[in-house]
Structure formats: structure tokens, C-alpha cells
């Protein structure tokens, strides 16, 4: 492989179409699919669908562990997993075709079993020192929040042994799991909009945004240059907000029918990397995520390009 992927709170992904929903009533439809999800077997996913080989790396428990190795089988994904003794959430989406609304509910995770951080570091180490193949540089993407109970240190680790190692780093992660994980210097960061300010406290209402754009623009161009990254800043169909360097500049986002937003951040995610691993330049690389999170958008499925 040469994509190692890795997200602690795993989901399984509950999709429901309806020609329109009524509140405070029954809603019924025979529209309906279940998948594997979360952010990093999103990316993972899509990354397959891209001829890449990529290992999602996670932690798995309770009674619907065997259905996520099954849908994981199915979809042809390559896991490594550790017990944590937590039952896995379910999220769901609920698309109403009446208004093109696209609504998600998240249950919030089950704190982790004692041991299960020890367990997860010493197989990624194990993976860094013999699980991806010798090429001219593996990629890590570490995407979305963790489950309960982890410290606040697991994910800065991870980014740090592995610029020790030599792997390209693509962080979609905020809070202080982010900013901890800065002073490894990854190579991208690409958390969206309103994750970034809530992050850096610069605030997320439109008014707000509006007023503190020069603080925003001179943040993200400050927080390149120390810690040597590339930003890209997602926001749904809005311009994305990217700094290379000393390089501060939007792009428009191409207007797209969306039947499923879900996941469309994850797919970015994915084909920015895919691209990178190929050698093309960061401008390529970012048309070729907004590619896949156009495809992602069209279908029903979540986190996928076909």
C-alpha cells in the first residue's frame, strides 16, 4: 500500500430517501441503503475507486463490529483494526426530495476500553515499520474526530512518527488535535471553514466571517509559513480558500446537482491526495478533489464516485 488512512470513531452509514417529510408525523420509504462510513473509510473508499491501495487503520467493538468487517468486505476495503470494547454509532442521512435537502444526524461515540490507545499505537507502528510498500513517498491522511477516552496526545503522535518516517501528511482534523499536530509540520491541512474557526476562535456566523476576513486571510497565510504546510479550507459550494507558501488564493467551486452532500468533503480529501501521490501540482491537485466531491454529490451513496 501506499495510503495509510486512519480515523477513531468509526460509523455505520444509515441513508433514507422520501418525496417529502412531514414533521411530527410518520414518515415512510422504501428507499433506503446502510454502508460503512465515517471519515476515514470514506476517503479509503474513494481512494479504491481511484486505482490506489490504501489500509484504513481503526478501532472496532460491540455487536456490530461483524457488520462493519462485512460491509468493509464488500466494498473491497483492506482494514486493520484494534478491539475497544465500543459499540459502533450509527449516523444517518435523510434526503427529502421535496426541497433537495440534504439532513444528518450523528450519534456521538462510545468512550473506548481501557488499553485500546496502546493496542492502536503499537499497530501503527507495526505498519509504519513494515506495512507500506517502498516507494518515492507513502501518504498518511488522518481524518475526523476521535472516540471518547483517547488522549489528547494520540493523534500528534501519529503525525509525528510519521514525518520521522518520511510519509506525506494530510490532516482533515480540528480542534486540538490539529493544533497540537501543527508543530510536526504536515504537509496539508484541510479541515473545512467553520471547523477552522472554530479552531483558531475567529468565529462562524456570516457577519462575523465578514468582518474578520483580513484576520483570516493573514492567519492561514501565518500558519503556512511556521509550520511549512499547505491549507485548503472546504465550504460546502463556496469558494475554497488555499495558501501554498507565501500564496494566498480562492477558487470557485463549480455548481453541481447535488443528490447526496455526504461524505463530499472525505471524497475531496481523497482526490487531493490520489493527485499528489501523482505528481501533480497543488492547483491540479485541488480541481482533481473538487472532481470527486462533484461525483461524490451526485449519487446516493455516501463517500463515493460511483
Known amino acids: 500500500m501506499s495510503f495509510l488512512t486512519v480515523c477513531l470513531n468509526p460509523t455505520i452509514q444509515k441513508t433514507l430517501r422520501f418525496p417529502s417529510v412531514i414533521s411530527s408525523a410518520v ?21 479504491n475507486q481511484l ?12 455487536e456490530f463490529c461483524p457488520l462493519f468487517l462485512s460491509l468493509c468486505e464488500q466494498d473491497g ?37 481501557a488499553g485500546t490507545e496502546e493496542r492502536l499505537l503499537e ?21 475526523g474526530t476521535k472516540a471518547a477516552e483517547f488522549s489528547d496526545s494520540v493523534i500528534p503522535m501519529m503525525v ?28 496539508v491541512i484541510k479541515p473545512n471553514l467553520e471547523e ?36 485548503v479550507l472546504t465550504n460546502a459550494n463556496k469558494k475554497i480558500i488555499t495558501v501554498e507558501k507565501n500564496s ?14 455526504t461524505g463530499c468533503g472525505d471524497t475531496f480529501t481523497a482526490g487531493l ?8 501540482d497543488f492547483t491540479a491537485a485541488i480541481n482533481e478533489g473538487m472532481r470527486c466531491g462533484a461525483l461524490n454529490a451526485g449519487l446516493e451513496r455516501p463517500g463515493a464516485i460511483r
Open 27 to 47: 414518515n415512510r420509504t422504501a428507499v433506503h441503503r446502510l454502508d460503512v462510513s465515517g471519515k476515514g473509510i470514506n476517503v479509503t473508499r474513494v481512494l
Open 51 to 62: 486505482g490506489k491501495k490504501a489500509v484504513h487503520l481503526t478501532q472496532l467493538g460491540g
Open 77 to 113: 476495503l483492506s482494514v486493520e483494526w484494534v478491539e475497544s470494547n465500543s459499540e459502533i454509532r450509527f449516523c444517518y442521512t435523510v434526503l427529502n426530495e421535496s426541497d433537495n435537502s440534504v439532513t444528518e444526524m450523528v450519534e456521538e461515540s462510545h468512550p473506548v476500553g
Open 123 to 143: 499497530r501503527y507502528d507495526n505498519i509504519l515499520r513494515n506495512g507500506l510498500k517502498s516507494c518515492s513517498q507513502n501518504t498518511l491522511i488522518i481524518s
Open 160 to 187: 509525528c512518527k510519521a514525518k520521522e518516517k518520511g510519509l506525506r501528511v494530510i490532516l482533515d482534523i480540528k480542534g486540538s488535535d490539529l493544533i497540537e499536530s501543527l508543530k510536526y509540520e504536515p504537509d
Open 196 to 231: 477552522f474557526l472554530q479552531t483558531f476562535g475567529i468565529g462562524t456566523d456570516e457577519t462575523r466571517i465578514n468582518a474578520d476576513y483580513d484576520d483570516l486571510r493573514g492567519l492561514v497565510l501565518e500558519l503556512a509559513q511556521k509550520h511549512k504546510c499547505r491549507i
Open 248 to 261: 494566498y488564493f480562492e477558487i470557485d467551486v463549480p455548481v453541481v446537482n447535488t443528490v447526496n452532500s
Open 273 to 280: 491526495a490520489a493527485a499528489l501521490e501523482d505528481g501533480l
